[in-house]
């Protein structure tokens, strides 16, 4: 798949990383993973060598005292959030003097949002284009870093005429969730086409494991899915990726955020530049380490899933991309520009005030 050969590459992005100025990174719990339940492997080597400054902030002394324990909410099916096992296979967190439990939640956004507002949760990582709105409401959750690029794909069946987004215009989209990141992220560059999203498309919401079916059995012509499901369905050569968000100006945009308890910060900084720099530092490993992450990812993955596909699910996902500061402030208010255009913010928003509200400086940069 040419494609995806030509994303897959982990070339370290200078302007993003010196912007950062440090070097980085879902309905119950199904269950609880503590640091201390895995022995930790021989702490990971990160090259450093083009981006001192990033050393630098990587290197900022750790927390003393015991270790401080925290919990951090992630979807532990999402290959995309391969670095949180890495954290804590390879020491990051336990470096930066943290006891960090993963928890596998597994429900809705505002579900989450609230978890992490009230304490239930200290942190947790989710797509951009699926909190924003939430986040606009005023959950006390402040967005401390991207993470990284490249979850979503749209799909058709190899033999249809469809040839990329803009053909979907007077076709049936299959979609997960009608509010979902990926149907945001698609409707924005159908309305960047001069498409209306919300009339020229006929958006059918199917459970995930049925979104598939559908195109097979005729009911829709095209399906959008992230990965590993999206990455998976590509591989028998029954379908074809028409877009992803690693398209056109998005390849340098992170779609995941981590999102920190408002309270945490205000009352905890140096905790909350911890953790984020823990997580900075994983992705920024998985980046250059896909085997090692695939292998700490490996437990967590679908069962069709081979290391080979983890490895280069990990490649294409732009780990190596993870912004702070003004340059997190900058993609967080593309984003809300972008929801103006499909109607999930209103006209009137102020987008820059909204992205200084929502965003927290944990770095001081």
């Known amino acids: ?87 804590i296979d390879y020491g990051f967190f336990q470096k930066q003097n943290l006891d960090v439990e993963l928890i596998n939640y597994s429900g809705s956004t505002d579900q989450l949002l609230e978890a992490i507002a009230t304490g239930k949760s200290d942190a947790g990582v989710g797509m951009a284009l699926r ?56 409707s924005i560059q159908l309305a960047k086409a001069g498409i209306d999203p919300n009339k020229d498309v006929d958006w059918r919401p199917y459970p995930g494991n049925l979104l598939r079916l559908a195109a097979e059995k005729g009911e829709v012509q095209a399906i959008l899915a992230s990965d590993p499901i999206a990455y998976l369905w590509l591989k028998d050569g029954e379908f074809k990726e028409i877009g992803s968000n690693l398209d056109g100006p998005y390849k340098d945009v992170s779609c995941c955020i981590v999102g920190l308890r408002g309270s945490l910060i205000r009352e905890e900084p140096l905790v909350a530049r911890a953790i984020t720099q823990a997580l900075l530092d994983a992705a920024m490993f998985a980046s250059q380490n896909p085997e090692k992450t695939a292998k700490s990812f490996l437990p967590y993955a679908p069962k069709t899933a081979t290391e080979e596909d983890l490895q280069a699910m990990i490649r294409y ?7 702070v500061g003004d340059a997190l402030k900058r993609e967080l208010k593309i984003y809300a520009d972008d929801l103006k255009l499909v109607s999930v913010f209103k006209p009137n928003t102020d987008t820059a005030k909204f992205a200084e509200r929502i965003y927290a400086n944990v770095f001081g940069v």
């Open 317 to 323: 996902h732009t780990h190596h991309h993870h912004p």
């Open 1 to 87: 798949m040419p494609t995806n050969e030509r994303k897959s590459k982990s070339i370290l992005d200078r302007r993003s990383l010196l912007q950062g100025g440090a070097a980085a990174a879902f309905a119950a719990p199904l269950g609880v993973l503590g640091a201390k339940a895995f022995p930790a492997r021989p702490s990971g080597a990160i090259d450093f060598s083009e981006f001192p400054i990033c050393k630098t902030s990587s290197d900022a002394p750790a927390l003393t005292g015991a270790p401080r324990k925290l919990k951090f909410s992630w979807n532990a099916n999402a290959v995309c959030l391969a670095p949180l096992p890495v954290a």
């Open 131 to 186: 909190w924003l709105k939430p986040l606009e409401q005023g959950f006390d959750v402040k967005i401390a870093a991207g993470t990284h690029g490249g979850c979503l794909r749209a799909l058709a069946p190899t033999k249809s005429d469809i040839k990329n987004v803009a053909d979907l215009k007077g076709k049936v989209v299959a979609v997960g969730d009608l509010a979902g990141p990926d149907k945001n992220f698609f």
